[in-house]
C-alpha cells in the first residue's frame, strides 16, 4: 500500500502477496523485499511505489519452493543478500539496472528505456541489456508503453534500414499493428527509424519515420526478467 502524506490517502500497488517478511532494503529508486504470491513460494520483490514497477525479481527456485532471501544489505546501489536456491546458501547480488524495468501485466514483458542515443547506439544497449528495441504489436501494447513512459520521443524496434521501401521490427516480428502519425511515414531522406514522438499540436503517441542519427531514449523489451548475479 502506497501512503500519500498531503492527502492522507492509501492506494493498493498490488494484491495477493502473502508471507512478506518485515522490513524492506532501499534501493536506488524503490525498494527490495521478499514475499510469496502463492505460486513462487518467498522470493526477492521489487518495487519502485507504482503497480507496473512492482514485480518478482526472479525465482531462485524455480517453482513453489521458496529460496527465502534474507539479509538484505546496500552497498553504494547493489543490494546483496543471502539465499538458497537449491544448492545450498549463497550469496547474491542486484545491479541497480536490473530493478529499473517494468512489467507489462497484460503481456508479462519488462520494459525500460536507454539513455537518448542515435538508434543503432539505443538497439545495442538493448541486446547488451538482454532484450531488444521494443516491438508494438496492438493498441494496448501501445497505451500501456506512451502511459507508462511518455509523452517523449522513443526510439522503437520499428525500422527501413535495408531502405526497400518495408518498414520491419528489429525483433524480427511480423508488422501487423501500426499506429502512424497523420501522414507518416512520409520517406524523407535519410529517414529510416522509427520514433513514438511527441510534437504537441500534431502528434503525442503516434509514430514517426525519423532521421536515425537524433538522439532519443530507446524503449527495450525482454520477455524475462533479469536475475541476479550469484
Known sequence: VAYDETTHAATVI???LSAIARGVAPSANGFVFTADDGVHGAEPWFCDGTPNGTRLIADLRAGSAASRPHNFVRLGERQVFATDSGVGLRVWSIEPQQLDW??????????RLTSPSPWISARTDARNLGGELATVRDAAEQLWLTSTFGPANLWIGLNDFDRDGNFEWASGEP?????????????LPGETAVHIANYAGYCVGGWNDQDPND???GIVERSTPPRPVE
Do not use: E, I, S
Open 215 to 217: 538522439a532519443y531514449p
Open 14 to 16: 498490488v494484491r495477493g
Open 102 to 111: 517494468k512489467r507489462n501485466p497484460a503481456n508479462d514483458r519488462f520494459y
Open 175 to 187: 508488422l501487423g499493428f501500426t499506429n502512424w502519425c497523420p501522414g507518416q511515414p512520409d520517406r
